[in-house]
């Protein structure tokens, strides 16, 4: 190898060693982390919304082809919420749009993700995996007062 | 060379039933983007529904269109570079196996028995002669490999002791045996899950599990797409470029190849980022793994870089000190000789650029939060297999079938604009995916018909321009398709003006290196296969033992009852 194409690999690794370190950074430094494997909450059959305190939520998602279960939730601005999703059927997909909550809903598993309300609003919620003919109706929001 | 005419038959056989099922590939892409931004507003239209038309669109361009044109490369690069003859019943074997397959697959997705995409998650289940289909194409796609290739490697090695193989020849037959490796979990999901499953033979599957196994096959597959076009671009560009330029380096380019050998596997789980049941710091090690695999395109990046700027200034020395001046002689546009596949190989190069970029962005673990699932990943695939990979494949296949069958290239002026056109289309799809993609448009989804439907509860009117920017983005691409079709079919249907060969434009090297290391293949093949095994031991654990609770019975498109369980004992759950 000669010295031009040393210094295009060195300065490849180094860019892709910055980018990691940011990553790992956000995620174990500033929490924005992607879902694990959870085993504490078992797949349920229903979805509701718990309220824990004026300001902390947990909701169970059920997806179902082609619908959420709850539909449209109501909450204060400033909540935190702790979703758990799994699904009925098919795979499902479950989007938040404006948050960092992208989860997959698999039959026989639960997903879980935490994400704090600030500002009020429609929060949409848009299934993005193909579940079937009627995946392109498959919605639902959460409106933050 | 010349070539035994039953072995050309089926090279260019290879490639034109290959391009004919590509054609209504690329009809399914114009569908899409009008279906999605509302232009047809219909659960389907000429009796094929959206999502049918979807999965038609992805395994015929990335399953049959891709695995077909790249044995058809593999056959001429071996025949070639070898020059030991190909046997013809191994290669009719073959090729009619992957016809068949691909009809068998063909009639289940025309049919609508087939709507699961090409990715057929469960449990969605298809019908069985889709997976029966698809396995035929898959196993003949490995029948050349076996019984042509590696015994004509091995006798070339043992009479040629001492030199390198060819370039091609190494890069090829890494790819291939990549190709074999990568096919082992997803020959599993479909023979012990899928097919049982749509044959009857068992009532549930765990979507997880075939989820893992698809995914461990589904990113390696994407470098067997790639590895056939960086081998053009190591041989062929730099040669084509002046008529006579050189590879900067060939150790660099055996180096990449090795490199992809080993860092093409254990990386599936960027796939899964967003999935339950799979401890985040397993998914944390494939993405450092996806970053290696960066690697080795960031290498090339500079290679043929590198190659290309030698080639120029050894053809241009006045421009021996410019920078970036020698970029401008670069011929994007000539018809002299064999220049016009510049235009290919170029076009593809530039759409790679950002493709590599947005990958970048897609493996970054946490980052893929904001992408996952949204439109940004096909504009992202759109750019890599639908930009640089089809694009090589269509420059070669043109030049193959010219050279294979004796004509001379028909329309090379459309020939030479079509990528070009193809390279600005897909450029402004990428932008307006991408970008609405942030903005959370989904993909896979009729969205015309909801979304983008002002009529609609659902209406979202933010995502409307850049679906409707995607309409025209696609018009130019399908315009682009049919320049280089009407040449192709213009060449193939012309009369022969000379003997038929089988040539392929070869660049020598530069900087030509032994590097013993890198010569013997079974040890890399044997370390990239243990470290395939050691990094899905731990995920495999947790979706079969620890995060998945019970199987799923199977459905179908159609209806949220299940086809494969009685209703009844689904409830008992
Ligand atoms: C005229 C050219 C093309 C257009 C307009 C086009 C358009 C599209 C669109 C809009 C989608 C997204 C559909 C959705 O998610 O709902 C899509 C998906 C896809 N395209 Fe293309 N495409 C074209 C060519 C190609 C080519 C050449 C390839 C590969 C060789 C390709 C491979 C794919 C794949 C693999 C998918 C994903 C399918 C899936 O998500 O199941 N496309 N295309
Ligand atoms: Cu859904
Ligand atoms: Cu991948």
Known sequence: MDRAERTALFTAVTFLGIFFGLLVYAAKGMN?????????????????????????????????????????????AGSTVDIYLTSADVIHGFHIDGTNVNLMAIPGTVAYARVKFDKPGVYHIVCHEYCGIGHQDMATKIVVK | MRVDSSIRTVIVGEIVFAIVLLIFGIYHGLMQVLYRAGVIKSMSFLGIEYYQGLTLHGVINVIVFTTIVIVALGNAVFLYYLQKPLRPAVQWTSFIMMVVGTLMAAWAMFTGKANVLYTFYPPLVAHWTFYVGAALLLVGSVIPLFFDWLPNYVSWRRENPDKKVPLAVYGMLINHIMWVIMLVPVVIEVLFQLLPLSLGLVQEVNPSLARTLFWAFGHPVVYFWLLPAYVMLYTVLPKVVTGDGKLYSDGAARLVFILFLIFSFPVGLHHQFTEPGITNNYKLIHSLFTFGVAVPSMLTAFTVAASLEYSIKSKYPELKNSLFYWWTKIPYISLEGDKWLVSYFMAGLFLFFVGGVTGIINASYNMNLVVHNTSFVPGHFHTTVGGLVTLVFLGMSLY????????????????VIAPWLWWQGMLIFEYAMSVAGIHGFPRRTNTGLTYLNPDSPLYRPEWVGYAELSVFAGVLIVIGFVLWAISFFGTL??????????ELPSAEAYHDEKMP??????????????????????????????????????????????????PASSKSE
């Open chain 2, 400 to 415: 193959l079938v010219s050279k294979l069958t004796g004509k001379d290239i028909k329309f090379k002026g459309l020939a």
């Open chain 1, 32 to 76: 924005v982390d992607v879902p694990t494997c959870i085993t504490d909450v078992k797949p349920f059959t229903e979805g509701k919304v718990i309220q824990h305190a004026p300001n902390r939520y947990e909701i169970h998602y059920l997806a179902r082809m082609w619908y959420f279960e709850p539909s449209d939730v109501e909450i204060p």
């Open chain 2, 493 to 502: 249907l012309s009369s022969p003006v000379r003997e038929p060969v089988l």
């Open chain 2, 517 to 566: 290391a890198l010569q013997k293949l079974t040890p890399w093949v044997v370390f990239s296969s243990l470290l395939f095994l050691v990094s899905y031991i731990p995920p495999l654990y947790d979706v079969t033992k620890r995060g998945v609770f019970f199987d799923s019975p199977g459905y179908n498109d159609k209806s949220p009852v299940p086809i494969t369980k009685p």
